[in-house]
């Protein structure tokens, strides 16, 4: 597939890999005899919501107009759904239902300067701001150290902005840089197809994952599966060129913004006492001489501003 899924076939897709998911026995139900496929029949299912099998079965195929948010609610508990799966149901359900106007493009914001500052602030901590498809819109300097392979591929836009989803699945590169490049990998695609859900007219979004689809059979694999990541949290190993193997703990957070757009701070750090720490410190020595050695070279912009 070298798009984003309509609506519909998202809510299919999504309905049907999450009732795979789901034994007889750890619903509740009788195993019931052979099955052909794993997981639920859509008649247990529609058992276990409190709806008609005619029902459920016109809704797995993504007709979710007119469906209330209590009868999603029984259907996310009949499938078990995550937290997370559940917001992205509703974010289905919600861009399926007709709108009294034509959706707008999201606009591009640019991102405030406090923000710049905030990052900066940040002296021991690598960290940035993304956007919902995954393109680095901020950085600090550690920041910048910290992913300098990333930086450097052939994979950033032509205004050498990078892109995580990019770099994991296009270039081979990633699979050293990324010590846990499968959970990573998975994550990635994951974070995607739950911003799909919650923006389907992304231009940019359906085109990334357009270029991601037809050149990587592992991004293709990950986003058949349906798997979907709002919150982004936990330790990263890295093995980065400069300082050796990182083992980093990294923290999002929701930045309020206009228009829809999605921000979110990400903060990478190293706990204290540390192998790691210690690499960090040396590796942010590093970004710190670099910095000076480029506001030499370069002429200044407006002081407390940066350039996108």
């Given at each position: 597939m070298n798009r984003v899924d309509s609506n519909r076939e998202q809510i299919r897709g999504f309905l049907i890999s999450r009732r795979a998911k789901i034994t007889p026995e750890?619903?509740?139900?009788?195993?019931?005899?052979r099955r052909r496929v794993p997981g639920l029949r859509r008649e247990e299912v529609a058992v276990l919501a409190g709806v008609s099998t005619e029902w459920y079965t016109r809704l797995e195929k993504g007709h979710v107009s007119g469906v209330s948010d209590d009868v999603l609610e029984a259907v996310a508990r009949a499938l078990q759904l995550t937290e997370e799966e559940r917001i992205h149901l509703f974010d289905l359900a919600r861009a399926a239902r007709p709108a009294r106007r034509a959706p707008s493009r999201r606009k591009e914001v640019e991102v405030p300067r406090p923000v710049h500052w905030l990052l900066d602030s940040m002296t021991m901590s690598a960290a940035f701001v993304r956007n919902g498809r995954l393109d680095i819109v901020a950085i600090n300097p550690l920041g910048r150290a910290l992913f300098a392979p990333m930086y450097d591929s052939d994979t950033t836009d032509e205004r050498g902005r990078a892109n995580f989803a990019r770099y994991y699945f296009l270039d081979p590169g990633s699979h050293h840089f990324f010590v846990d490049w499968d959970d990573g990998a998975d994550v990635t695609a994951a974070l995607l197809r739950a911003e799909a859900g919650r923006e389907p007219h992304d231009r940019a979004l359906r085109e990334l994952v357009g270029e991601l689809s037809t050149l990587s059979s592992e991004f293709r694999t990950r986003w058949a599966a349906h798997d979907?990541?709002?919150r982004h949290e936990g330790v990263k190993s890295l093995q980065h060129?400069?300082?050796?193997?990182?083992?980093?703990?990294y923290l999002s957070?929701?930045?309020p913004t206009a228009h829809r757009t999605v921000r979110n701070l990400t903060a990478y750090t190293a706990e204290p006492g540390t192998v790691a720490e210690d690499r960090l410190k040396l590796l942010a020595s590093w970004a710190a001489t670099l910095g000076r050695r480029q506001d030499a070279?370069?002429?200044?912009?407006?002081q407390g501003g940066r350039p996108e």
């Amino acid at each position: 597939m070298n798009r984003v899924d309509s609506n519909r076939e998202q809510i299919r897709g999504f309905l049907i890999s999450r009732r795979a998911k789901i034994t007889p026995e750890r619903a509740g139900l009788p195993a019931g005899g052979r099955r052909r496929v794993p997981g639920l029949r859509r008649e247990e299912v529609a058992v276990l919501a409190g709806v008609s099998t005619e029902w459920y079965t016109r809704l797995e195929k993504g007709h979710v107009s007119g469906v209330s948010d209590d009868v999603l609610e029984a259907v996310a508990r009949a499938l078990q759904l995550t937290e997370e799966e559940r917001i992205h149901l509703f974010d289905l359900a919600r861009a399926a239902r007709p709108a009294r106007r034509a959706p707008s493009r999201r606009k591009e914001v640019e991102v405030p300067r406090p923000v710049h500052w905030l990052l900066d602030s940040m002296t021991m901590s690598a960290a940035f701001v993304r956007n919902g498809r995954l393109d680095i819109v901020a950085i600090n300097p550690l920041g910048r150290a910290l992913f300098a392979p990333m930086y450097d591929s052939d994979t950033t836009d032509e205004r050498g902005r990078a892109n995580f989803a990019r770099y994991y699945f296009l270039d081979p590169g990633s699979h050293h840089f990324f010590v846990d490049w499968d959970d990573g990998a998975d994550v990635t695609a994951a974070l995607l197809r739950a911003e799909a859900g919650r923006e389907p007219h992304d231009r940019a979004l359906r085109e990334l994952v357009g270029e991601l689809s037809t050149l990587s059979s592992e991004f293709r694999t990950r986003w058949a599966a349906h798997d979907v990541r709002i919150r982004h949290e936990g330790v990263k190993s890295l093995q980065h060129p400069e300082v050796g193997r990182l083992e980093l703990t990294y923290l999002s957070l929701d930045l309020p913004t206009a228009h829809r757009t999605v921000r979110n701070l990400t903060a990478y750090t190293a706990e204290p006492g540390t192998v790691a720490e210690d690499r960090l410190k040396l590796l942010a020595s590093w970004a710190a001489t670099l910095g000076r050695r480029q506001d030499a070279e370069a002429p200044h912009t407006e002081q407390g501003g940066r350039p996108e």
